[in-house]
């Protein structure tokens, strides 16, 4: 934290805007008066032995073994490049700005350190429907990820609809990566159907967003 206070990352915290088991969202103030979120990931925390499944077939983390503390800067580091690689395919996620160990600095999605309502907490819409599933296809074919935890927890509905929490979201290299867009999208319809919103049946989805890359998959969801 002192060390990006003093490259100018951002010039003060606030107070914690959200909070986990494995991390706490804080709101800052960059020198040029800009809210930033500052996530920090605790760096004792055993729910993070549980991500390894999400990191050890990851092939941009091949190298990562084990439990330690190293891994929750691992899992640091791999939020960021799932942020980056998503904000540069144009998927509407908040911006990263730098990463320094456990700390990660984004964008600040909302105003004077108040974040947006959740989707799960708004009424939501058919558009909003088509949108999230557009972002889900743009996701998987320009910026080669899956989310993999997505779900009305961790998006964002506001003046758009943000996705949020990618630490988990995995390269479609990955071994599992069609078996998390299932859940991805199974969790999306379950809401969306919840909620009297017509939905795309799973299978159409999946051939939709994954194309001819499609393989035999099971439709067990893990």
């Known amino acids: 934290l002192y060390s990006m206070m003093n490259s100018g990352i951002f010039a003060h915290l606030n107070g914690v805007v959200g909070a986990g088991k494995e991390s706490r969202v804080y709101w800052g103030v960059n020198n040029e008066g800009k809210d930033v979120a500052v996530k920090i990931y605790l760096m004792v925390s055993v729910d993070f032995k549980k991500r390894m499944l999400y990191i050890a077939g990851d092939p941009r983390f091949r190298n990562a073994k084990g439990w330690s503390h ?49 989707l799960g907490e708004t009424t939501v819409t058919k558009s909003d429907y088509k949108k ?31 996705i949020f929490d990618m630490g988990s979201s995995v390269d479609v290299r990955h071994p599992l990566n069609q078996q998390f867009l299932i859940r991805d999208l199974t969790n999306v319809n379950r809401f969306f159907s919840k909620n009297k919103i017509p939905i795309v049946p799973l299978d159409e989805l999946v051939r939709e967003i994954v194309g001819d890359e499609l393989s035999p998959i099971s439709s067990s969801i893990i």
């Open 70 to 118: 190293r891994l929750v800067e691992i899992w640091a580091q791999k939020e960021f490049k799932n942020l980056k690689a998503a904000f540069e395919s144009g998927v509407r996620v908040p911006k990263p700005i730098a990463v320094r160990r456990n700390v990660l600095v984004t964008e600040f999605i909302g105003e004077k350190g108040k974040t947006p309502p959740l």
């Open 132 to 162: 999230i599933i557009a972002m889900v296809k743009k996701l998987y074919r320009k910026a080669k990820l899956v989310h993999a935890d997505l779900s009305e927890f961790n998006i964002f509905k506001g003046r758009e609809l943000v």
